[in-house]
């Protein structure tokens, strides 16, 4: 695998029965004779608008009792400095300590200790002590839980793979979120309360101190490694049809040949060049996928932009109103408007709605949707709360659960996921306005152009299997569209001079199989997903390897037919 995709090798350390990885400034699968009890635990620093400022290692000590980073913080005003340790407090017992001095005044959203709970957890018991001594007996969430299942933490209990296990916290106040809602492989264990006020500040020369004490016990169960990863695709409905979404990037835009059923494109009303950006997605001459973003200080431009329409085709349409209560869902009063400017117009088309930006908010929020839609949409990112690699790969089987969630929510209308991209598309938690195009035109670009959406992880090759297992993942029955990157540029399947990246070929695959009656399964492990689908030509197979090491990947096809692959790391095969 290459290193655009892998980064910098993980760090194992370990102390008796106890081992982790430590991938940059995160303490990643905290384990127990080999058992993970805790996915993660990393000190965050995140400004006014959630932005994640950098934790840079300076130096790293290494004993046999104990780990210590020393770091800085780089990066959104922040500068903070400290430590972050694991230390190892005696059998059974490991603390995680953060002690960060802040050496200005900085306004924060939140700073300290987060401690990630593996997805495994989901339905387990769950034991909650909460800051007054009182325990609660509650369960990890088995499905996606809208809401944060935990508050007024002080320490939690659950047994798990023959190991009981106690997380005692300090410092501050803690509640728990379910951060599968953003297609994280985890549960979230954070401070400070979002109740209280925020952005609060830290002065120069203050502290924050936080630890996490993780008590275990007991052995965990063994598990018989086989050397061939087996799965069982079912024939079932028709695949996905794939989309691609209008490139957001700089003009000028190259010759290319139009990809996939239909071409997405948001176009945010209160900007000056959403003309411009309609025109270029209508070049490809495929059907629009048009995301309207209201104007609050004009309310007529929904009338204007549904009048631009005329002449096109046009697959579905929603809108979304970019403040309020309702903020980036389509309710009742936007999708009303929107109506309104369609019938005006005298322009026929699917009426969709949702949420602009993750399943989380569709989850939270599906109540606003108004009846009478023609279906349900909402994008999604694996790189929201992590940039690591590892946090791209663990994404896909959270896609799966985010994806069958969606379809119960949409209660049999169709499910339209995209746009699709590697880092969000517009931050829908920014407490500051969106960067706006300074030109009528296309010289800058925008949308994502005009924010920090770019990921070098976009050219690597691995990305191309990573696409197919995501397909794989999402493509449940009841999800008619899937819209992955954009036509071309950084966030892009070509580059600004209409090269294709190995994103490409991936897409390309596909669509070749999009309507076709669809061979669907669960991946064992995560890591190595296949797809497939009943062709006029015979059964066509997508397998992706995302492990760091070759899988022997054996398929079993409905009637009992198998094909079989050595699938390298980072790759995919048409079988």
Same mark, same amino acid.
């Given at each position: 695998m290459t290193d655009l995709w892998n980064g910098e090798p993980a760090r194992e350390w370990r102390s008796g029965a106890w081992s982790l990885e430590l991938r940059d400034d995160e303490l990643a699968d905290i384990s127990y004779h080999g058992s993970v009890v805790l996915r993660s635990v990393r000190a965050v620093v995140r400004d006014r608008n959630w932005d994640t400022a950098g934790l840079v290692v300076d130096r790293i000590d290494a004993s046999g009792i104990a780990l210590t980073l020393h770091v800085h913080t780089t990066g959104l005003g922040s500068d903070l400095r400290g430590i972050v340790r694991a230390e190892v407090r005696g059998a059974g017992r490991l603390r995680v300590l953060a002690d960060l001095e802040s050496a200005s005044d900085f306004e924060t959203n939140r700073t300290g200790l987060v401690v990630l709970h593996p997805p495994t957890l989901a339905g387990s018991t769950l034991h909650v002590r909460h800051s007054d001594g009182a325990v609660v007996r509650s369960r990890f969430p088995a499905g996606i839980s809208p809401h944060q299942p935990a508050f007024d933490i002080a320490a939690l209990s659950w047994t798990h793979d023959g190991l009981d296990v106690?997380?005692?916290?300090?410092?501050? @106040?803690?509640?728990? $979120?379910?951060?599968?809602?953003?297609?994280?492989?985890?549960?979230?264990?954070?401070?400070?309360?979002?109740?209280?006020?925020?952005?609060?500040?830290?002065?120069?020369?203050?502290?924050?101190?936080?630890?996490?004490?993780?008590?275990?016990? *007991? +052995? #965990?169960?063994?598990?018989?490694?086989?050397? @061939? +990863?087996? !799965?069982?695709?079912? $024939?079932? =409905?028709?695949? #996905?049809? !794939? *989309?691609?979404?209008?490139? +957001?990037?700089?003009?000028? &835009? #190259?010759?290319?040949?139009?990809? *996939?059923?239909?071409?997405?494109? $948001? /176009?945010? /009303?209160? &900007?000056?060049?959403?003309?411009?950006? /309609?025109?270029?997605?209508?070049?490809?001459?495929? =059907?629009l996928d048009v995301r309207f973003v209201l104007a609050d200080a004009d309310p007529a431009a929904i009338d204007h932009a549904v009048r631009a329409l005329h002449g096109l085709s046009v697959a579905r349409v929603t809108a979304f109103p970019p403040t309020g209560p309702a903020r980036h869902v389509s309710d009742l009063e936007a999708i009303a408007a929107l109506r309104h400017a369609l019938a005006e117009a005298g322009i026929e088309a699917e009426v969709v709605g949702g949420a602009r930006s993750h399943f989380t908010e569709l989850n939270r929020e599906h109540h606003r949707l108004p009846r009478g839609l023609d279906g349900i949409v909402f994008s999604s990112t694996p790189l929201f709360h992590s940039l690591s690699t590892a946090q791209l790969v663990e994404s896909v089987g959270m896609q799966r659960v985010a994806a069958g969630q969606a379809v119960r929510l949409a209660g049999g209308l169709p499910v339209h996921i995209g746009p699709i991209s590697l880092r969000p598309h517009f931050n829908d938690v920014a407490t500051t306005p969106p960067p706006m195009p300074e030109h009528d035109d296309l010289r800058d670009g925008y949308g994502s152009a005009l924010t920090d959406a770019v990921d070098a992880r976009q050219a690597a090759p691995e990305l191309a299997a990573w696409t197919v297992a995501s397909a794989a993942a999402f493509a449940v029955p009841g999800v008619a569209t899937l819209a992955y990157f954009e036509e071309w540029g950084p966030r892009g399947l070509r580059t600004a001079d209409s090269a294709t990246l190995p994103v490409f070929d991936a897409v390309a695959a596909l669509a070749a199989l999009a309507g076709e009656p669809g061979l669907r399964g669960d991946s064992p492990d995560g890591l190595v997903w296949a797809l497939g689908a009943r062709t006029a030509g015979g059964d066509v197979v997508l397998v992706a390897n995302l492990d760091r090491r070759p899988r022997a990947v054996e398929i079993e096809l409905p009637g009992g037919d198998t094909r079989a692959a050595d699938v390298d790391p980072g790759t995919f095969q048409r079988l």
């Amino acid at each position: 695998m290459t290193d655009l995709w892998n980064g910098e090798p993980a760090r194992e350390w370990r102390s008796g029965a106890w081992s982790l990885e430590l991938r940059d400034d995160e303490l990643a699968d905290i384990s127990y004779h080999g058992s993970v009890v805790l996915r993660s635990v990393r000190a965050v620093v995140r400004d006014r608008n959630w932005d994640t400022a950098g934790l840079v290692v300076d130096r790293i000590d290494a004993s046999g009792i104990a780990l210590t980073l020393h770091v800085h913080t780089t990066g959104l005003g922040s500068d903070l400095r400290g430590i972050v340790r694991a230390e190892v407090r005696g059998a059974g017992r490991l603390r995680v300590l953060a002690d960060l001095e802040s050496a200005s005044d900085f306004e924060t959203n939140r700073t300290g200790l987060v401690v990630l709970h593996p997805p495994t957890l989901a339905g387990s018991t769950l034991h909650v002590r909460h800051s007054d001594g009182a325990v609660v007996r509650s369960r990890f969430p088995a499905g996606i839980s809208p809401h944060q299942p935990a508050f007024d933490i002080a320490a939690l209990s659950w047994t798990h793979d023959g190991l009981d296990v106690d997380v005692r916290f300090a410092g501050d @106040v803690f509640e728990m $979120e379910d951060q599968r809602n953003w297609s994280d492989a985890s549960y979230k264990t954070y401070s400070r309360p979002l109740a209280l006020p925020f952005p609060y500040s830290l002065a120069a020369g203050e502290r924050v101190v936080q630890s996490v004490d993780i008590v275990v016990s *007991g +052995t #965990p169960g063994t598990v018989v490694d086989d050397p @061939v +990863t087996r !799965i069982r695709l079912q $024939e079932g =409905p028709a695949l #996905p049809a !794939i *989309g691609v979404s209008a490139s +957001t990037a700089p003009d000028p &835009t #190259p010759d290319f040949a139009a990809l *996939g059923g239909t071409v997405l494109v $948001e /176009l945010d /009303l209160a &900007t000056r060049n959403w003309r411009a950006a /309609l025109d270029r997605a209508a070049a490809s001459g495929l =059907p629009l996928d048009v995301r309207f973003v209201l104007a609050d200080a004009d309310p007529a431009a929904i009338d204007h932009a549904v009048r631009a329409l005329h002449g096109l085709s046009v697959a579905r349409v929603t809108a979304f109103p970019p403040t309020g209560p309702a903020r980036h869902v389509s309710d009742l009063e936007a999708i009303a408007a929107l109506r309104h400017a369609l019938a005006e117009a005298g322009i026929e088309a699917e009426v969709v709605g949702g949420a602009r930006s993750h399943f989380t908010e569709l989850n939270r929020e599906h109540h606003r949707l108004p009846r009478g839609l023609d279906g349900i949409v909402f994008s999604s990112t694996p790189l929201f709360h992590s940039l690591s690699t590892a946090q791209l790969v663990e994404s896909v089987g959270m896609q799966r659960v985010a994806a069958g969630q969606a379809v119960r929510l949409a209660g049999g209308l169709p499910v339209h996921i995209g746009p699709i991209s590697l880092r969000p598309h517009f931050n829908d938690v920014a407490t500051t306005p969106p960067p706006m195009p300074e030109h009528d035109d296309l010289r800058d670009g925008y949308g994502s152009a005009l924010t920090d959406a770019v990921d070098a992880r976009q050219a690597a090759p691995e990305l191309a299997a990573w696409t197919v297992a995501s397909a794989a993942a999402f493509a449940v029955p009841g999800v008619a569209t899937l819209a992955y990157f954009e036509e071309w540029g950084p966030r892009g399947l070509r580059t600004a001079d209409s090269a294709t990246l190995p994103v490409f070929d991936a897409v390309a695959a596909l669509a070749a199989l999009a309507g076709e009656p669809g061979l669907r399964g669960d991946s064992p492990d995560g890591l190595v997903w296949a797809l497939g689908a009943r062709t006029a030509g015979g059964d066509v197979v997508l397998v992706a390897n995302l492990d760091r090491r070759p899988r022997a990947v054996e398929i079993e096809l409905p009637g009992g037919d198998t094909r079989a692959a050595d699938v390298d790391p980072g790759t995919f095969q048409r079988l």
